[in-house]
Structures are given as C-alpha cells and as structure tokens.
C-alpha cells in the first residue's frame, strides 16, 4: 500500500512582467558599461559588467523558468519542466564564478601594473549603472518574496547595484587622489562579492541534482518520528529529495503489525504517515509515498536498503 499526493498542481505566481522590465534595464547597463570599459580601460567597469552578463543570463533564466513552472505534467515529464531552474542555476553558477576568478586575477595583476584609467567618463557609467540599479530595486522590492525567481532577480539587481558603487568610489578616488590602483581593488572587491555566491549557488544546485536529502531536514528525526506511531516495526529504503525549489519528497518502507491489514488500520496509519512527514519537520513534505509492508514481506525484496 502507498501514499501519495496526487494534486500536483502549484499556483506559481511569476510576475514576468517586473522580470522582463529589469531584465532590459539590466541588460541595457549591461552595454553601456562594456563600452565604458572599453573607453576608459576601467577594469572595475569591466568587472561589473561581467557581474552583470551573468546577472542578465539569471534574469532571463527567471523568464524561462517561470515559463516552463506553469506547463503542465504529462506522461514523459512527469514533474513537467521543475527542473529547468536547477539546470539554468547549474550553468548561471558555473560561468558567474568563471567570472569571479578572471576578474580577481587581473586585479591583483593591475595592482602592481596599474594602467591609465578615464575617471570622470567611468564616473558617469557608474552613475548610469547605479541609477537603472536602484529603478530595478524599485520594481522587485515590493515582490522580493512571492517566489524563488523574484528573490533571485531581486539579489541579482542588488548586488549590480553594490558593484555600481565601488566603481563610482575607485573612480572618485581616482579623480581626487590620482591612485590608479583604486580601480583594481575596486574590480577585487566586486569578484569578491561574486565568488561566494556563484559558489553557494552552484552548491546548491548540484546537492539537488545529486538528490541529496533537503539541507533543514533530518532523516534520522524524520525515522525516529516515523517509529514512534503506533504498530509500525521498522522503517527502511527512507529516501528524501527535491525536484526543484520548494518541491521536496520523501519515500520510505514501513513495516507494520501484521493485525493492520486486517483490522482497517493500515489505512489510518497512512493518513498519520503523511500528516507526521507534512507538518513535524522544517521542511514540508507534501509529496510522499509510503509501502506499507507486513513483518515478513522484506525478505522477499529484490534489493534491501537500509
């Protein structure tokens, strides 16, 4: 006997109006600033404007996925397109911390071979840049939570907005104080704030590719918990996944008393293993599937598992 919740359906809210907004906003700084590099040889500017290649690839991985999230389930895809984030976050990961290390080498380079930078034209790009920043911060804040995608859109233009920052404070100080090193440490501090994320980012995504078991839950309390209910013997084959963000599951053998299928309460016992798995544990888990086996049955399996 197994358990499961059929009703699949997600009301996904996508807001892709505000994501396709900021996206061309994005990508429109994203332009004017590799131009910027190139006129004024400013390495921070270009550094920013590969935090922001990447940050347009996310947001446009944002478009895509709140797409694919809402096609329904078929046969062939059985969870329908999910996991589409996870392999657009996979990638996005991959090339922002490329990036990160390109621009951290160089600076470091450029700090003992400063070369000459414009820095009242890098200013100005700054400024363009912080300002589309702060109008995209503008349209997301208000949404900031309703999904993964916005919290991911909303940290991208964040953090453009932080690099956009450090490229008008090298540029002032260049300006001021005719240090040329400003730009390069600038350029460090922005692969900085990059590296991290691209690396918790890709961390993340490949934990899930693996189907390794969710970070908040514990499946050695999620088996303590599971024991506890009356007549059940033993648990064993407990596996617990996620197939994208906010949609994790848990499978699992339960032994039971032997009078349970036949007194009616094998049926009980299945509510009770779905309601403990559903609402116990900081991780929700509304899909799963319980076999709920007699004592001598696990000696017939194929394969055992603990």
């Known amino acids: 006997m197994s358990g499961h919740d059929h009703d699949h359906a997600v ?24 131009i910027g ?17 990447t940050d347009v690839a996310g947001l446009v991985m944002a478009l895509i996925t709140a797409t694919l999230m809402t096609r329904p389930a078929s046969s062939t895809r059985t969870w329908g397109w999910r996991r589409a984030e996870i392999l657009g976050a996979t990638a996005q990961a991959a090339a922002l911390f490329a990036v990160g290390v390109f ?37 997301l804040i208000g949404n900031r939570n309703a999904n993964m995608n916005m919290r991911a859109a909303f940290l991208e233009v964040l953090n453009d ?3 956009s920052v450090a490229v008008i404070v090298a540029a002032v100080t260049i300006a001021l104080t005719g240090w ?26 490949v ?9 908040d839950l514990d499946l050695d309390e999620v088996r303590r ?22 949609l994790p599951v848990l499978s699992a053998h339960v032994i039971v008393d032997d009078e349970c299928f036949t007194d009616g309460h094998a049926a009980r016992l299945l509510t009770d293993l779905q309601d403990c798995v559903a609402t116990h544990f900081p991780v929700s888990i509304e899909h799963s599937t319980f076999q709920i086996e007699p004592a001598g049955h696990r000696t017939t399996e194929h394969t055992l598992h603990p």
Not at 225 to 246: C, F, K, M, N, R
Request: hydrophobic content about 55%; glycine content about 8%.
């Open 161 to 163: 907005t932080l690099g």
């Open 207 to 215: 934990d899930i590719l693996l189907e390794k078991t969710p970070a």
């Open 103 to 139: 621009v951290l080498v160089e600076g470091v380079r450029r700090l003992f071979e400063p070369p000459d930078v414009a820095s009242g034209l890098m200013v100005v790009f700054g400024v363009v840049g912080l300002v589309a920043n702060a109008v995209g911060i503008l349209i």
């Open 11 to 34: 009301a996904v809210t996508t807001h892709r109006g505000r994501i396709l907004l900021v996206l061309v906003l994005t990508s429109t700084v994203l332009v004017v600033e590799v």
């Open 225 to 246: 918990h599971i024991l506890d209910l009356p007549h059940v013997q033993e648990v064993h084959d407990l596996h617990a996944s996620q197939i994208a963000t906010g």
């Open 37 to 53: 590099a190139i006129i004024t040889g400013s390495l921070a500017l270009l550094a920013d404007a590969g935090h922001m290649l």
């Open 180 to 205: 040329e090193q400003a730009d390069a440490l600038a350029s460090i501090l922005i692969a900085l704030l990059i590296l991290p994320r691209a690396f918790r980012l890709l961390r993340e995504a």
